[in-house]
Structure formats: structure tokens, C-alpha cells
């Protein structure tokens, strides 16, 4: 159970003196996690208005991206989407957050030890250089592998596992945490990770079923398969911790959630089965529980590679594995009707299962052979252009935070607590800043007019 537990990111236990350098992981990843997705929240919006939606979403350029530009002007927000039934400006500020999403996933691999510097330039290069080439590849009309006919819904090839894949090689250039954080760095408060898992769970429903781009039938089926999935995901998971360790783990529920979601993202609203409605769903969330919990729990155990590489909150594991089991799945199970009315292409996007029912079984096994395309296509893109960012940005400021401030913390990087006690926020030299007065003027200014 600790490997699991030791991966959702929460700091690490007391050792046993009140020495600051030595207790300050306690309270520093939930910090950490927030200031680096604020940031990538506010740059990815900037830079997706300023030229990266019209790169993924606009006028082909090459078969794998499209020409950049401003997405504000008045005409070309009012007029009608690329793809879907509704306006270009609800496009590009609902694939904005799929983007935003993308960057904050990242992030969760690289806590405790990357300089925040280079995640300011980080942010706005692989948007452009990565996330872009890959929405654009599988998602705009004119992509690549759109044309050829890979599946993928809501993202589990374009967000899942390009962040998964992404966040892996860019842990590796970055290098592990302290050896303390990594051995034990259980997690900082379960009740408040419940909290965010249900928030989390609960926004998967705009997640998906916003993705048909349109209030149908189609978006509730989306819907009700995404919240079937995941729930059958997380019983599964649970189940497993169980099983072979003999106790349930709340964040082992939470990690089973999160690979239900991640897994039934590429196949959403395609992936039943004539037989039984909810069979397609029931089947993947049997799959995302077990499968991702295998990596983690045991495969992670047995490759040095994945033992190497110091992936704060395996989202290898929770997002690629998931992600790429969702597409695979995808070309297994999915519904071609239901395809259709999604992507609106006949005689297409036959999985195997139909296939080998209709008497077409090479059509399907060919849908199958496209969405491993897609996984090949998505893994080489973002190990090669994560690799180039990184070394390019460590040519400019260094990747890693120093040896020293990697030992006393990010308090130093920061001057801020995240839990500070009365007082406790201003023994930091720069907690002035971005304060209208100190603790002293406060005592002045609230200080009784008649005192002598």
C-alpha cells in the first residue's frame, strides 16, 4: 500500500526533530502543486487565445499542425466551430481547459524538485511544440490520423497520455527528489484528497460530456458510461488492495477513480455493447481497476527504468497506462453507429468486437491497428519534443532547484508557509511582498486611539 500512497504527492512524515530543514515536507507539495497549475492556468489561456488554439484547431499548415494566430478577433469567434454545433468562442474556451488540464497533469510528476523558473518556460513551449501537434493530429478534421480514423473522444490519447508520457521524460531531465521525500512521502491530508476526488469525479461529467460539443443524447450517454466506468474502476481497485494487502486504502479508491476516468475518456459515448448496455463500460472499468493497478503495484516494482525515474504522482501509471488501455478498448468495443453519429463519417471506425459479429473482422482488427498508431504517434511525439524543451530551457536556467534548496525547501523558493500558525507566515525575509503591511503596522493601525 505505501507505493500507492507515496504517489499522490503528499508530504513527508516528521523524523523526529522540530529542525525546519528537516520537517518542511510536511507542508510543501500541496503548495507546490497549486502556484505551478496556477501559473500553467493562466499562461496556457494567454497563449491558447494568442496563437496555440488556431495551431491545433485552425488552417492546416503541414498534415500534422496548423498555421498559428490571434483567436480573438470578433468575426472569427462568432462564427461556427471547426468541429461541433456551437459557436468558435465556446470551442476555444472549452478545449482551453482540455489544454490547462494537460500542463497541471505534468506538473504532478515533477513536484519537490523542479527550479519554478523553468516551469515558466516550460509551460508555454510544450503547449506549442507538443499539445498542439497532437490535438490538432487526432482531433481537427484535416489531422493526420483523424483522416485515417483513430477514435479518441474526450482525450485519452491527447491529454492522458501525452501528460503521462510527457511528465515521465521530463522527471527524468528534472531528477529525482531528495532520497528522504522518495522513501517515505505518504500523503498530506486524506480527508481534503477525498474532497478534490469527488470534485474531480463530479467535473468529469462536463469533461465527456461536453466533448460531443452539443446538448444530445449522445453527451448523456457520455455521461452515464463515464460515471459507470469509473465507479466499477474504483470497486475494482479496491477490491485488489484487498485482496493482496489486506486492508482498503481511501487513496487506493481514489487512484481506481482517477484510471476509470483517465480510461473511459477516449470511448465515451462509443463504447457499448449490443448485449448489454452498460456491459462496455462495466468491461473497461473492470479493466482501468486492475490493469494500471498492476503497473503500479507490481510492473513498477520490476522495471528499473520506472524505479529510476522519480514520477511524484505516477501519472504513467494513473494517466498513459489508462489512457492508452481507454484507446486500445476503444478499438475493441466501440459501437460503429454511435461513432458516426459522433465523427459523422460512414463505413468507418469498425472495432474488432463488431467486426467479427458483421463478418468484417479485418476491417476491425484494421480500426485496432489505427489506435495503435495513434499511442505509437503520441509516445514518439512527446519523449522527442519533451526532451528538446527541457534541454533547450536547461541551456537558459538551470531545470533542478539547487542542493540547498531542494534541503530546506520550496519555504526558501517561496518565503511562504502553506500552514502557517500565528505569525509563523513572516519569518521569511521577501512574506512582505504582495502584503499591503506587516504584522508590526497591523498593530499599529488597530491599536486604540486612547492607549498612552
Excluded at 505505501?2 to 512524515?13: M, Q, V
Excluded at 522495471?303 to 501519472?315: E, G, H, R, S
Aim: aromatic share 12%; hydrophobic share 50%.
Amino acid at each position: 500500500m505505501a507505493t500507492h500512497c507515496g504517489n499522490l504527492g503528499g508530504p513527508a512524515k516528521h523524523t523526529g526533530t522540530t529542525d525546519p530543514i528537516w520537517s518542511h515536507g510536511e507542508k510543501e507539495v500541496g503548495r507546490e502543486l497549486s502556484l505551478y497549475g496556477l501559473y500553467a492556468f493562466a499562461a496556457v489561456l494567454v497563449c491558447w487565445v494568442g496563437w496555440a488554439y488556431r495551431m491545433a484547431f485552425g488552417d492546416k499548415m503541414v498534415f500534422f499542425w496548423s498555421k498559428p494566430a490571434v483567436a480573438l478577433n470578433e468575426k472569427y469567434l462568432l462564427d461556427q466551430a471547426v468541429i461541433g454545433s456551437f459557436g468558435t468562442a465556446s470551442m476555444v474556451y472549452f478545449q482551453f481547459f482540455f489544454a490547462a488540464i494537460t500542463m497541471i497533469l505534468i506538473a504532478g510528476a515533477l513536484l519537490g524538485r523542479m527550479n519554478f523558473r523553468a516551469w515558466i518556460l516550460f509551460v508555454p513551449l510544450w503547449l506549442t511544440f507538443s499539445y498542439t501537434i497532437g490535438a490538432y493530429s487526432i482531433w481537427c478534421p484535416d489531422g493526420w490520423l483523424a483522416k485515417l480514423g483513430v477514435i479518441d473522444f474526450a482525450g485519452g490519447f491527447v491529454i492522458h497520455l501525452a501528460s503521462g508520457v510527457a511528465g515521465f521524460i521530463a522527471a527524468h531531465w528534472v531528477g529525482p527528489r531528495e532520497g528522504k521525500d522518495r522513501e517515505n512521502f505518504p500523503p498530506n491530508n486524506i480527508l481534503v484528497a477525498l474532497a478534490g476526488a469527488g470534485l474531480l469525479w463530479m467535473g468529469w461529467t462536463g469533461f465527456d460530456g461536453g466533448a460531443p460539443y452539443a446538448a444530445s443524447n449522445l453527451a448523456s450517454l457520455a455521461v452515464l458510461n463515464t460515471h459507470v466506468c469509473t465507479a466499477t474502476s474504483l470497486l475494482t481497485w479496491l477490491t485488489l488492495d484487498m485482496f493482496f494487502f489486506r486492508r482498503p486504502s481511501i487513496v487506493g479508491a481514489i487512484q481506481g477513480m482517477k484510471t476509470g476516468l483517465v480510461c473511459i475518456t477516449p470511448a465515451a459515448v462509443i463504447n457499448l455493447l449490443r448485449t448489454c448496455a452498460m456491459l462496455g463500460s462495466n468491461t473497461m472499468g473492470l479493466l482501468s481497476g486492475s490493469i494500471p493497478w498492476y503497473t503500479m503495484m507490481a510492473l513498477h516494482k520490476m522495471i528499473k527504468l520506472l524505479q529510476y525515474v522519480d514520477d511524484t504522482m505516477a501519472i504513467i501509471h494513473t494517466h498513459a497506462v489508462a489512457g492508452s488501455l481507454g484507446g486500445i478498448l476503444a478499438g475493441m468495443i466501440s459501437v460503429p453507429k454511435l461513432c458516426r453519429l459522433f465523427y459523422a463519417v460512414p463505413d468507418k471506425y469498425i472495432s474488432v468486437a463488431y467486426g467479427l459479429q458483421m463478418g468484417r473482422a479485418s476491417a476491425g482488427f484494421h480500426q485496432l491497428q489505427i489506435q495503435l498508431i495513434g499511442i505509437v504517434f503520441i509516445i514518439i511525439l512527446n519523449i522527442v519534443m519533451t526532451s528538446l524543451i527541457c534541454w533547450i530551457i536547461s541551456l537558459i536556467v538551470p531545470l533542478r532547484l539547487s542542493e540547498e534548496e531542494l534541503v530546506i525547501g520550496d519555504d526558501a523558493v517561496h518565503g511562504e508557509e502553506a500552514y502557517a500558525l500565528w505569525g509563523e507566515g513572516r519569518r521569511f525575509d521577501n512574506a512582505k511582498v504582495n502584503s499591503v503591511y506587516d504584522m508590526s503596522e497591523y498593530l499599529d493601525a488597530h491599536s486604540s486611539p486612547f492607549q498612552v
